[in-house]
């Protein structure tokens, strides 16, 4: 008979955290300024679609829903409980959760370890407690956690981002916070966030285990001050690494950050050295800041793994070329030239002054034609592994300004921009679309890169019916540097399943 | 007797380039599609003050402007004349410059050097000339030249950055427009602007000299991807570099973008390592990427130098603190603990359990009185150089979001949140202020970083009557960097004055 180790446990009890049918908020309050309102708040104009019953003491609603004085005296089964109220009143909270057969708690409420020795008795004796009953916690001190697919958002600030695959765990509620800001704004879809706080009871290892095996997430995104159970999360991270790709930011990585970790989550940092082999062995791919977790694991969910380090490039401009070369070798890709059927199928279309080799610069010529063939030959052929498109994208903004002045001038008529305007967007949007019909077609990611991107513009291109997504690179380097990550990730599986080097 | 030396000759004339009364355009054109239309309806939709005189065969007008055949029919003195028309036509049109007593041109016109020997021959061929008549000439093969002060946009793409003292030399047109494009988005002032181009007859080293010398000039951008007169170069450079910052991105800094490079400028990149040490010691701040480049030089154009590596930050949450520690230490910058001052005065005001360290964690109280006492104690203390201020920028977003969620539920009233908009504006807008008074009062640079950034948002605060602005950046990382280059640039000036290591 197999007994289920304690990860599985976990496992069937974290799943109901972010599936609850119903929820309860202790300390839910209509003053705007606290946390029992942020939640409660969030969750309700989120569009949370299961019941959210308010729990505060001596009120008869709560933004027009009953509140109750306890979670035991709601008539209703209740799959998961928000705690918001002081440190001192959790003890009390937790036994009304059992007396109720509440099993999920997020546990918001700071105050614990991460506060001193008083602080660290009384979150002792809570994990105690909840061991004892089988309590699931979320935290304490955590930031909450969200559920697109649910339409749960539950955290502190009011950040929406919308649907996805990609799924954060993180150490610090700020920092993921700030991610699933910069995804809303970016239209980058998430899947699940949970702040992990102090990690009391449920712990990174528990997090990856079960994005890992949730089939909602295609790539899991971690910031990470300090592990307490190493050997358990780099298990559970070995396995979720085969099935998919796991980002990380470990921070504390220098003496001076060590420090600021230590005071903030409580984490003992360790040598970063030591942490980083060890990631590394478990198939995490590691970056240095927050805005790059999310520039990686976006690319990951939209494109093809690149099969090797050889990279074709297309470039409207010289200097972007040269740029990306550059980017290319440091970070270990290759520029092979062109091979004789590309080359005679460019040199043909090309002025005789073209660049001869990879890059291929097409010296300016905004021409969508000659862009669009030029990519096809690159992509299609067998000498690359991946292309990068330099300028395409954008390059209709360029031709809008000289109408635009131009119509400033009296010489072009502004009823005709408006047209204009829409023919680029619809030769921008079928650019795309082929792009994408490219990835498919020929398994290899390809990267434009923008000549001109206006702030608030959407960076990303959903194409119904496909499993791959265009991201628009708003630099060369960007690009160049996710297609390492990828190709990084490419030869970690693929030595786990050959054996090879 | 002084005899100017040549670069003294060039500077003059160089000024007259930026600064005509009188323009010519040799090609102008309606049709929206060829280069003499680009750079004429720039000028004048860009509102340049002075004459501008379109030169086309058999043309009354262009765009309204009566037409000439010749520079040399203009009846009025011409102090500037572009040239777009095709390369075999170039030495007919420099011979009527001469006639007319032209001494400035800018050569749009490619199809020179890049294109091959009889490119090459032509080139010659034209250089020669402009020597033997005094003809001082930007390109061939250049995107153009701004300058702001002036009104003055003349290159092929129509972006007008602000007025400003950022001024640019770039050896790629498309990178270059690139930096003005972004520095329009995010309003960065910028001062001049050249693409040059072939290098022909000016070459960089003549307009590092004339930036060096320029008053509207703060800060000189460079994209470079070789250099002919390298010792001449580096004098100029090393000349500039004592009175004002010299940033740089030098291409071709591996064996794959050298390639390109060759294939792009004709550049003989040269080993890296190499032009690396030289550009170093001539007091050039070298970068890797475009987005750098222009990061870096609006930290310079707009706070004062730190005198030391000493930081002090103030954060709003604690993982922000760990990253920010972590890249101050990797790059050479340390965080010295509180004074007891600083500290007591901390610990009277904060909750018990602050970080009671530098970061100072207000473990997430977004009040603006706590914020500013503890940002006014660190940057009055005499332990720190610099202070990096995490969060407060933006958190009235994060305030202003709850009650919209709460407003959607019929909670708050809407009227209401646009008085609370206006009043978190405001507020930053004070809080901004007084960091610009900070600087002023201390000399010390201080370093918001926004909780929450909208894209499209004013990143720039301006105060008026101020020498100094508050740049407000999306993440710790790129402030970390741009205190990083500006304490290198202090340490490399301070050198140099007192001879000290």
């Known amino acids: 008979?197999?007994?289920?180790?304690?990860?599985?446990?976990?496992?069937?009890?974290?799943?109901?955290?972010?599936?609850?049918?119903?929820?309860?908020?202790?300390?839910?309050?209509?003053?705007?300024?606290?946390?029992?309102?942020?939640?409660?708040?969030?969750?309700?104009?989120?569009?949370?679609?299961?019941?959210?019953?308010?729990?505060?003491?001596?009120?008869?609603?709560?933004?027009?829903?009953?509140?109750?004085?306890?979670?035991?005296?709601?008539?209703?089964?209740?799959?998961?409980?928000?705690?918001?109220?002081?440190?001192?009143?959790?003890?009390?909270?937790?036994?009304?959760?059992?007396?109720?057969?509440?099993?999920?708690?997020?546990?918001?409420?700071?105050?614990?370890?991460?506060?001193?020795?008083?602080?660290?008795?009384?979150?002792?004796?809570?994990?105690?407690y909840c061991r004892e009953n089988g309590l699931s916690v979320v935290g304490p001190n955590t930031m909450g956690i969200v559920n697109t697919a649910a339409s749960l958002y539950a955290t502190g600030s009011q950040v929406r981002a919308p649907r996805g695959g990609i799924s954060i765990i993180a150490q610090s509620g700020n920092v993921g916070n700030q991610i699933m800001e910069w995804a809303e704004q970016q239209n980058i879809g998430i899947g699940k966030f949970v702040g992990s706080g102090n990690e009391g009871v449920l712990g990174c290892e528990d997090y990856v285990e079960y994005f890992g095996a949730d089939p909602d997430t295609s790539v899991v995104l971690m910031y990470v001050e300090g592990i307490d159970d190493g050997r358990r999360f780099m298990d559970a991270a070995r396995r979720t690494s085969m099935k998919k790709p796991v980002i990380a930011l470990k921070a504390g990585r220098?003496?001076?950050?060590?420090?600021?970790?230590?005071?903030?989550?409580?984490?003992?940092?360790?040598?970063?050295?030591?942490?980083?082999?060890?990631?590394?062995?478990?198939?995490?791919?590691?970056?240095?800041?927050?805005?790059?977790?999310?520039?990686?694991?976006?690319?990951?969910?939209?494109?093809?793994?690149?099969?090797?380090?050889?990279?074709?490039?297309?470039?409207l401009g010289g200097g972007w070329g040269v740029i990306t070369a550059d980017e290319c070798e440091e970070r270990g890709l290759t520029l092979p030239p062109l091979p004789d059927n590309v080359y005679e199928k460019l040199d043909r279309m090309l002025p005789p002054f073209w660049s001869k080799g990879n890059p291929v610069d097409l010296v300016g010529q905004p021409s969508m034609e000659l862009f669009l063939e030029s990519m096809n030959s690159m992509v299609s052929s067998d000498a690359y592994d991946a292309v990068i498109l330099l300028g395409m994208v954008g390059a209709g903004k360029f031709v809008l300004r000289i109408h635009e002045s131009a119509a400033s001038m009296g010489y072009y008529s502004r009823d005709k921009l408006g047209e204009l305007q829409q023919l680029f967007a619809?030769?921008?949007?079928?650019?795309?679309?082929?792009?994408?019909?490219?990835?498919?077609?020929?398994?290899?990611?390809?990267?434009?890169?923008?000549?001109?991107?206006?702030?608030?513009?959407?960076?990303?291109?959903?194409?119904?019916?496909?499993?791959?997504?265009?991201?628009?690179?708003?630099?060369p380097e960007e690009a160049v540097f996710c297609l390492e990550k990828q190709y990084e990730y490419y030869r970690y599986t693929s030595r786990r399943t050959t054996g090879r080097p």
Request: negative net charge; aromatic residues 10%.
């Open 1 to 128: 008979m197999d007994i289920p180790s304690q990860g599985a446990v976990y496992m069937a009890d974290i799943r109901k955290i972010f599936y609850p049918s119903s929820i309860a908020v202790v300390g839910a309050s209509e003053n705007l300024f606290k946390w029992g309102s942020y939640i409660f708040t969030n969750i309700i104009a989120g569009g949370f679609g299961g019941r959210v019953f308010p729990v505060a003491k001596n009120r008869e609603t709560i933004y027009g829903h009953r509140a109750y004085t306890t979670v035991a005296e709601i008539e209703e089964s209740v799959d998961l409980v928000f705690i918001t109220t002081p440190a001192v009143s959790v003890m009390g909270v937790l036994a009304d959760c059992v007396k109720k057969g509440v099993k999920n708690v997020v546990m918001i409420t700071s105050g614990f370890s991460e506060t001193g020795e008083e602080g660290t008795r009384l979150e002792d004796e809570m994990i105690a």
């Open 254 to 315: 220098t003496e001076t950050g060590g420090r600021a970790a230590a005071s903030h989550t409580g984490a003992m940092a360790g040598s970063f050295k030591t942490y980083e082999a060890a990631l590394r062995q478990s198939g995490i791919i590691l970056v240095k800041a927050p805005t790059e977790l999310l520039t990686i694991s976006s690319a990951f969910d939209s494109m093809p793994l690149p099969k090797g380090n050889r990279v074709g490039v297309v470039t």
């Open 426 to 475: 619809d030769h921008q949007t079928n650019f795309l679309d082929n792009i994408i019909e490219l990835m498919e077609k020929y398994d290899k990611p390809i990267y434009p890169v923008a000549l001109i991107s206006t702030p608030g513009e959407e960076m990303i291109h959903y194409r119904d019916g496909s499993r791959f997504k265009a991201i628009i690179y708003k630099t």
